[in-house]
């Protein structure tokens, strides 16, 4: 079995995390923790804002990849809100760190990309323009509401804050894809 050391890598970031501010920690910190060269780190990351990325990516919302489009959306929501709670102490860090490669601008790129692929997915043809309009825009508002959601202390449900994010979704999206190849609300809670 092959080493995988991103997964070291991300290991070491998050213990770490759970005693010192992620804003403080160095590359040279993990490395000392995993045991891991600076080069086969920098083979591996650009820098630290890369390694987060790698987390959220691998950790939280490993469903939202874009390689399995044909998914239960509410489900694969619960599953990363779930995600985000048992790497609490990481993601209310990383979501309060500022700069230009920061994980808020990354997840709301993130987020908007995935619905695009998601919806191009289910609808099956060159997205109309109403509906490519709002899915950047559900994508900005359900980001913007797990963005609150995570720095309030997620005190609601995951359960419940993917219930509101499907409902908000949903909106409308009965007469956009109307002419899709999958009419219907791929938000429906099952």
Not at 93 to 106: R, S, T, V
Request: glycine share 6%; proline share 3%; net charge neutral.
């Amino acid at each position: 079995m092959a080493i995988n050391l991103k997964e070291i890598l991300a290991s070491g970031l998050l213990e770490i995390c759970e005693w010192k501010p992620l804003d403080k920690i160095t590359v040279k910190q993990v490395l000392e923790k995993t045991g891991v060269s600076r080069q086969s780190f920098y083979n591996h990351f650009l820098d630290m804002d890369d390694l987060i990325h790698y987390i959220y990516d691998s950790r939280i919302v490993p469903k939202y990849n874009g390689k399995n489009l044909n998914m239960n959306f509410y489900t694969s929501l619960v599953e990363s809100f779930n995600n985000m709670r048992k790497y609490k102490k990481f993601m209310v860090q990383a979501c309060k760190m500022e700069g230009a490669n920061c994980l808020k601008d990354y997840i709301f790129k993130h987020c908007e990309e995935f619905d695009l692929k998601f919806h191009q997915s289910l609808y099956g043809s060159v997205l109309p323009e109403d509906l490519r309009l709002a899915t950047i825009y559900h994508a900005h508002a359900s980001s913007s509401m797990s963005l609150s959601w995570i720095l309030s202390g997620m005190s609601v449900s995951s359960e419940e804050m993917a219930k509101l994010i499907c409902q908000m979704r949903g909106a409308g999206m009965e007469r956009l894809f109307q002419d899709g190849a999958h009419p219907g609300n791929p938000y429906k809670i099952q």
